[in-house]
């Protein structure tokens, strides 16, 4: 037999319980055809020496926002890495200043007060920028700064006469004037001046975030939310700058996209006096193939931990007297989720606050209770704080988690200052989610956190904040469990584990080369392994010199 590809001389850890080890792997047509002995003998057309390196499965992020992530790298960085005080994000705003025209914009992304100190201001950016149009937008994606040349641009001179939006804040001095933080809903407000994003520039931004993905292992990918401008995406035909993407070659990791909730809408009679709701021609989850597909439909119902704009039940540690917000009445979300199950969407709810996991666990029940549909495998994004009664509740409804490991380390210091010690033990659960039985995810929420693989399957597994405390540490999962979560589990989420998660016969050929064993290192230092190799469908994206 003559194949496409055959990669010879790996310790591959399949996953697969037939087969959990192999040496040598056969491509054809983009599928791995066999192992071993099983391609004994056979010719390829490409022959690659993998020289004893492991190899795992390639990685799957099911909650990462590439889009976002590539368009943040070609932004002015604002990490507390790069900007570690306030002072230092105005000394950056000013030198990107320096380089641009009177009238140009000036985009920033990834800072936190909760590490700088506080937030930016309106009156200080002003400074910084000579009188620019400035949006910085916070780590978390929920919240963002406005110079007072923004306002004006989107129609607020002098920052005056900002309105109040459900699901939203806007913070104000005594007088009404916004002072330039707006949040969740309100974001809306200044970012409308500036999007929906050309496609030319959504292209751009999607091919950065490949670029850096396939450095990182990642062959699959989620990207929660496009197409709805005013919550998330760039604008109403993303899913033509993905499919652009595609066809240029600038995106080669598979991605399935989440079209925003709020684009849905009534369709009208159908026929058999049936009505449908979603989006037009009837496309649903599950459309397109193994580049490119829609899958759940993505609603946040509240907003950010850090931000404490999270819908708790009870106020924050530090803010007794606030207790979030949800971004939509409750009612809505019900009856809107259930049009969307019953006419065939799998359902992705942003639900960080416990209060607000409730509001999403009252909403699958009732549309399964209206609308009995077998494995819909709804999921609630993020499942940040959660008591044992709703680890429970979510397992019984089969609802799929998906929590971030990655958030540990990167704003986990801040998320116990929001709760406390005590109820930072219920934060962003996975040993008691998987002792309960449910299925596990591997994600990042990049550009939120880091969104490499290697980075959050160490967090996972040890548990420490950039602080070096234990967050939770009784929630630590293994690095087999992490490694099957970023693989096999985050497949299970997007209805793919049928093709991808495992090497084995008939799947798609999708691993990564590391540098070490995941599974037989020092648990204290995955975080310093790194990916030699990615590939695709059997086809090489990205050598960093593994592959002979």
Not at 24 to 50: N, P
Request: net charge negative.
């Amino acid at each position: 037999m003559h194949l496409d590809a055959l990669f010879t001389d790996g310790r591959f850890t399949t996953l697969d319980a037939d087969r959990p080890t192999a040496h040598t792997l056969g491509v054809i047509g983009g599928r791995i055809v066999g192992l071993d002995e099983q391609v004994a003998g056979c010719t390829a057309d490409r022959v690659h020496d993998l020289r004893g390196a492991p190899v795992v499965p390639g990685f799957n992020d099911a909650h990462q926002h590439l889009s976002m992530r590539g368009r943040r790298l070609l932004q002015l960085d604002l990490h507390a890495g790069a900007v570690p005080t306030l002072d230092a994000l105005y000394a950056a705003v000013r030198e990107r200043a320096a380089g641009l025209g009177p009238d140009e914009w000036i985009f920033g992304a990834g800072y936190d007060q909760n590490k700088i100190g506080s937030h930016p201001t309106a009156e200080a950016l002003d400074a910084a920028a000579g009188g620019r149009p400035v949006w910085l937008e916070h780590v978390s994606c929920h919240m963002g700064v406005a110079s007072t040349a923004a306002f004006a641009r989107a129609g607020f001179a002098g920052r005056y006469g900002v309105p109040d939006l459900d699901g939203g804040h806007v913070e104000r001095e005594a007088d009404g004037r916004a002072v330039g933080l707006l949040q969740e809903t309100a974001q809306h407000l200044v970012t409308r001046a500036f999007r929906p994003t050309p496609a030319d520039a959504i292209v751009a931004a999607i091919a950065a975030g490949n670029d850096q993905g396939v450095t990182e292992g990642i062959t699959s990918l989620t990207e929660p939310g496009i197409a709805a401008a005013e919550h998330v995406g760039h604008g109403p035909a993303d899913l033509h700058a993905f499919h652009r993407a595609v066809q240029e070659g600038a995106l080669r990791i598979r991605t399935t996209v989440m079209p925003y909730m709020t684009v849905l809408h009534d369709l009208g009679a159908v026929g058999d006096g049936a009505t449908w709701f979603g989006l037009d021609l009837g496309l649903r989850s599950g459309f397109g193939d193994d580049r490119l597909k829609i899958g759940a439909t993505k609603i946040a119902t509240d907003g950010s931990l850090i931000g404490r704009s999270a819908h708790m039940c009870c106020g924050y540690q530090d803010e007794p007297d606030n207790v979030g917000f949800l971004q939509f009445d409750a009612e809505w979300l019900r009856r809107t989720i259930t049009e969307a199950h019953r006419c065939g969407w799998q359902i992705a709810a942003h639900a960080i606050g416990d209060a607000a996991v409730d509001v999403v666990l009252d909403a699958f029940e009732a549309a399964q209770a209206a609308h009995p549909r077998p494995d819909a495998r709804h999921r609630i994004e993020h499942f940040a704080v959660a008591s044992d009664r709703q680890v429970r509740r979510l397992v019984d409804n089969r609802v799929i988690p998906v929590p971030q490991g990655r958030f540990v380390s990167e704003i986990g210091d801040g998320m116990i200052t929001a709760l406390g010690p005590e109820r930072a033990e219920q934060c962003y659960r996975m040993r008691s989610l998987l002792d309960a039985g449910a299925v596990l995810p591997g994600s990042s929420d990049a550009p939120v956190a880091h969104g490499a693989p290697l980075l959050g399957i160490h967090d996972m597994v040890n548990r420490r904040t950039a602080a070096g405390v234990p967050l939770a540490p009784a929630e630590a999962v293994t690095p087999a469990q992490a490694l099957y979560a970023y693989t096999v589990g985050s497949a299970y989420a997007e209805h793919a584990e049928d093709r991808k998660g495992r090497l084995a016969r008939g799947m798609l050929a999708d691993f990564a080369v590391l540098s070490d064993d995941l599974l037989a290192v020092d648990r204290g230092r995955i975080d310093t392994l790194t990916v030699g190799a990615t590939v695709i469908g059997g086809e090489v994206v990205h050598d960093a010199g593994a592959l002979g």
